[in-house]
């Protein structure tokens, strides 16, 4: 019986990676704050709030693309309702940065204007700890996680998977809109939450403030992506990719699915969470709008676009369709939607992989010995000899390397 050897353990990053990575922190931790901060207004190096701004809240998405590749890319489910986990980060965040309007609203009040406006006497239980900023935190974490355990255990446990489970978290994700919606439920309604002051009872409006939470966004996309890495990497991130693969085989194998699709699924939620409590103080509002279904299936086309599988991919996805979404909706907003879907539909056709898939085909396809396909590379024939060794195949069996200077297909010894 031939022994199974497990692969060895790698680095988390290998040197380019940890470079590239440095890069990218210096640039979120100092460039950007002094070309910001101390570079003068009219100089050509001048970092302005907009681009701030827009470039904090495409971090958020990041976030979220980064969530859906753990859960779609790496395990193989759909969701089609992480924007409700995105929205239920926002609205913690939201409650608090209310509360710290404190009397400066249009009511003179105590309590948010909304709620006067509607005739609210005192606070609705749900609004408890939205004065604490600590409690703040637990419950950016604590209910996009519960919420998603909660729904998670009864769908995994019944087994479904595939379109019918992307079709009830889209479901799911409407039916919050929809109850967000209402006015008895203190969540502002329609309108949301808006006008805020202060955080920390430190005015949010200044320069400052925006270049700090955008520091901590960047920080924090940061770590994510080195968690997911590490996550990846170990023993269970190769079990998420054998229940992508083949769950059926690895039921047999002797593994319980259910708490690794539900840990990973709790994970991906609270990172959506995570993401939406620091959009917030950034864009300055929070509604239901952010639950709708097409908000969910962008933080899908977001991994597409990007690569599914990758990590970086998703967040160069959400960097691109969102910085042409910001051109385009400018330059020709009417046409922005036909783009969008345009764009979906060439990378389900054409790029499987997305931009990182094209580019790692173009990387092999250089490195390749003259006159062999990349997909005949040494590496991956070696990988099929190290599989077929462990499931007692001989590797004779398995395609060989041509000789340099053959061409594809060519059977050895046809040259001369």
């Not at 353990?9 to 890069?23: D, M, N, Q, V």
């Not at 931790?29 to 070309?35: I, K, M, Q, R």
Request: some cysteine; aromatic content about 14%; glycine content about 10%.
């Amino acid at each position: 019986m031939t022994q199974v050897v497990l692969p060895s353990k790698g680095p988390l990053l290998s040197g380019k990676g940890w470079t590239a990575f440095c890069i990218a922190l210096i640039a979120v931790c100092a460039v950007a704050p002094v070309l910001n901060l101390w570079v003068p207004r009219d100089s050509m190096f001048y970092m302005s709030d907009y681009a701030v701004a827009l470039l904090g809240k495409i971090m958020c998405y990041a976030i979220c693309a980064l969530a859906m590749d753990l859960i779609w890319g790496y395990t193989g489910i759909l969701s089609l309702g992480h924007g409700m986990f995105f929205a239920l980060g926002g609205y913690m965040m939201g409650m608090y940065l209310m509360r710290q309007i404190g009397r400066d609203g249009n009511y003179k009040s105590d309590l948010p204007d909304f709620m006067v406006f509607l005739d609210w006497k005192a606070l609705p239980w749900h609004w408890t700890f939205s004065g604490s900023f600590v409690m703040t935190l637990i419950l950016i974490v604590a209910v996009p996680g519960l919420i998603a355990f909660v729904f998670g255990f009864f769908a995994f446990r019944s087994r479904i998977k595939g379109v019918y489970f992307s079709i009830i978290t889209q479901a799911m994700t409407f039916a919050a809109m929809l109850l967000f919606f209402r006015n008895e439920t203190g969540f502002g309604g329609n309108n949301g939450f808006t006008d805020f002051k202060r955080i920390l009872d430190i005015p949010i409006a200044t320069q400052s403030m925006r270049m700090t939470l955008f520091v901590m966004t960047g920080c924090t996309l940061l770590g994510f992506f080195l968690f997911g890495k590490w996550l990846i990497g170990s023993k269970f991130g190769r079990v998420l990719q054998a229940i992508r693969d083949a769950e059926t085989r690895v039921m047999f194998s002797g593994y319980n699915p259910l708490p690794y699709k539900l840990t990973i699924w709790v994970i991906s939620a609270v990172m959506c969470g995570v993401a939406g409590a620091l959009y917030v103080p950034q864009v300055g509002i929070i509604n239901p709008g952010e639950m709708s279904a097409a908000n969910s299936i962008e933080i899908a086309i977001w991994a597409a676009v990007g690569g599914r599988a990758t990590l970086i991919g998703p967040i160069i996805g959400a960097f691109i369709v969102n910085g042409a979404k910001s051109w385009l909706t400018v330059v020709a907003p009417e046409y922005w939607l036909y783009f969008l879907g345009a764009l979906f539909i060439a990378v389900t056709l054409f790029l499987p992989d997305g931009v990182v898939g094209l580019v790692k085909k173009w990387v092999a396809r250089m490195k390749a010995p003259k006159g062999v396909a990349p997909e005949l590379s040494e590496g991956r024939l070696e990988a099929q000899r190290s599989l077929a060794a462990s499931e007692g195949v001989e590797p004779a069996a398995l395609p060989k390397m041509p000789p340099p200077g053959a061409a594809v297909g060519e059977p050895e010894g046809a040259r001369a």
